[in-house]
């Protein structure tokens, strides 16, 4: 008694099975006995996807790699000690991320900055982003959403003093570099090594001189933004002590024109009073002197510790002109197209057939 439900559970789903069977064999004879439609939908796939392959433009990829040195900042040891007991703080030891650094290629403070650096493009130099205004068409597309940027040019690259309409206008290129036209292939992509530590920046555009050039200002502000935000604190401390050693000076050298004035006034009588100025000038020249070598030492100690804490934004390759001109791969496309356009002849056919079964019923 225990072996009937297993067996009556088993029985069903080899009714099952076999249902399933014959309904695909019904549709693989079905599809066999319309060989000319399979053929004529699979051909006409093809072709469709070679006339959009053809169609489509050609892009120009510029790759640029570079790494970041940052390989003293943890090295200081007692200089950081130093700093410390001085009360200006340590060298802080600059520890780079890969993820940080990508994440600034994309960000809006580098790319603006970007778009507003000049390049040539067939003979004529412009703002970047006005000559990504004038590849992409980026008028006719602003004329049906954005009316009031239809003719607008960028005529100052001063972020700054940008007003609203320039803004939306940069706002709308950055969109563009970053997502592509309808969230699709973005002009600026990056990639990571993890292992070597390499990373890489690449621009897919229109034209060759617009993808080297974006490429080439994105690394340029991306490596002064990174220098000048990782040694932001160290420059700091080094500005104080400078400071500090330059009105030591100035004190002491004031102190010392007054003792040399006052000997030149005493120099046959020295009553006591005078004698007594004289020692508090002495006494006073010697203390400054031990504060200026001090805060000397300390300047040069921290001059150290910028320099070590500096990163270095090394280029490997530059991209480099003429560049590789970049079209839709046929085998790719033929495959894409085969496969499409057999599972379209399929649903057609079989679609087909149980619209008759329908009716007939």
Known sequence: MTNEPFQTNRSADEVVLRDILNEALQWWKEIKAHPKTAIGIITGT??????????????YEAKLTFMVNEDEGSKLGGVASLLESVGFGGAANSDFNLDKIIELVHSRRVIYHSLLDSTSVKGKKDLLANHIIDIYQLHKKWKRKKPKLQNFRFTSDSLETFSLTENTALKEIYKYVEKGENWSDPLLSTSIAPEAGIMTIEINSLSQELSRGLALSIFRELSDFYIKKTIEKQLATYNELKQQVDSIAQELHRKEYELARFEDRHQNLVP????????????????????????VANKEVAGFALKNTTPFVQPIDLPVLPLTAIRPSWPKTVALGLFLGSMLAAIFIIGRMKVKKALQT
């Open 46 to 59: 093809l072709l469709l996807f070679a006339l959009i392959a053809w169609l489509t433009p050609r892009q």
């Open 272 to 295: 006591k009073t005078a004698q007594l100025r004289k020692e508090r000038l002495e006494r006073e020249i010697f203390i400054l002197n031990t504060m200026y070598g001090e805060a």
